[in-house]
């Protein structure tokens, strides 16, 4: 066998491998914090994509900038990958735990929403940017202040 297909392939001593140093690049909660207080204004969008003609193709793109921006922000708390969280819906937050299977790998995860004290507010934002109406919403929201 050639050991190039199959699993030990790496293992043979011939195998080089080409280490490279990188640098990590992440957001600190400061500048998700930042991320998540950034107000979308029709300025900012207009200035962004000045090709942008009447209100209403100027409010479609402050929501899904939105959209974009509470999705990211889900997946930066949770930890959630990218084809998961931009899957969210209001759907997923089942009595106070987001629910779903993975994508990747089609393994069902919860995560306790309280894990992470910004996810009510965001998926609050999620569900105005999208115009959920609120038919799947926990009892319990209707409960707090």
């Known amino acids: 066998m050639d050991h190039l297909h199959n699993l030990n392939g790496t293992a043979h001593k011939n195998f080089i491998t ?9 957001l600190s909660v400061d500048e998700l914090m ?7 204004s029709k300025s900012a969008v207009l200035k962004e994509w ?21 999705r990211f922000l889900i997946g930066a708390f949770s930890g959630m990958r990218v084809s998961d969280f931009s899957r969210f819906s209001e759907s997923n937050i089942v009595d106070g735990m987001i629910t779903m ?9 919860a995560i306790l ?3 992470f004290d910004l996810s009510k507010t965001i998926s609050d934002r999620l569900y105005q940017a999208t115009g959920e109406n609120g038919r799947n919403r926990r009892k ?6």
């Open 50 to 70: 000045p090709e942008l003609c009447g209100e209403k193709a100027v409010r479609q793109r402050m929501a899904t900038c939105e959209l974009v921006r509470n």
């Open 113 to 115: 929403e309280s894990d």
């Open 140 to 145: 319990s929201d209707n409960m707090r202040t």
């Open 18 to 26: 080409v280490a490279k140093d990188s640098d990590p690049i992440f």
């Open 101 to 109: 299977r993975t994508r990747k790998t089609d393994t069902p995860i």
């Open 34 to 40: 930042k991320l998540y207080q950034l107000k979308i």
